[in-house]
């Protein structure tokens, strides 16, 4: 491939990489409940994404509790992991066994660490479907394949979209770089894109 077109190709990609600082920390190595890495969290309105045995929801997070359309439990003994986030945060909770590990991850932190980033955006499947939920949700399903999903959304919008920022890391040794980690950052209507 001749010079011209490589600096072309990255001409193009460069505005979607940015520079910000980032504080990336473990919170919690061992804790013996998710109620005691919850107590972490900084207060403030987040999405929650949680993953358990038998389904995936979504939902709200605020000052220690949950919001989803059917309860606002999380069940401990179901949980595999669980992301609650915004634009400037995310609290990414794994269980391991019978305690839970915690990464936490903020930007633009006064303290943190200079780091490149790109964000990505990639739609959801399926369309939204009238229902009736609570406000601040939409019913997001896939006809064909018989499959549907509650997204936490306040703005109505035929199709949705995930947002995923992902960090930039260098390996010494080598000097090559790639994403180290990847954080959610928003689920927003897809349109306009």
């Known amino acids: 491939m001749e010079n011209k077109k490589i600096s072309g190709y990255f001409a193009a990609t460069k505005p979607l990489l940015k520079t910000q600082k980032v504080k990336t920390k473990t919170v919690v190595e061992n804790a013996a409940s998710l109620q005691e890495c919850l107590k972490q969290i900084p207060a403030g309105e987040y999405l929650a994404a ?13 000052n220690g509790s949950f919001k989803f359309t059917a309860g606002s439990e999380v069940e401990e003994k179901y949980l595999l992991e669980l992301r609650i986030f ?10 391991t066994g019978s305690d839970y590990k915690m990464r936490a991850i903020c930007d633009n932190a006064d303290d943190g660490v200079l780091t490149t980033v790109t964000d990505s955006t990639s739609d959801m499947f399926g369309s939204r479907c009238e229902a009736d939920l609570p406000e601040g949700f939409a019913l997001v399903k896939e006809p064909g394949r018989k499959i549907s999903i ?8 035929d199709k949705y979209a995930v947002t995923t920022r992902s960090y930039v890391t260098y390996d010494k040794s080598t000097g090559l770089a790639g994403y180290g980690y990847y954080r959610w950052l928003a689920i927003a209507p897809a349109e306009g894109r």
Not at 50 to 62: A, I, M, P, S, T
Not at 86 to 95: F, G, L, R, S, W
Not at 150 to 157: F, I, L, N
Request: glycine share 6%; aromatic share 16%; with cysteine.
């Open 150 to 157: 509650v997204v936490p959304c306040g703005q109505k919008a």
């Open 86 to 95: 915004n634009d400037e945060y995310e609290a990414y909770i794994v269980k």
């Open 50 to 62: 949680v993953w358990q045995v038998n389904e995936l929801k979504l939902g709200y997070y605020q």
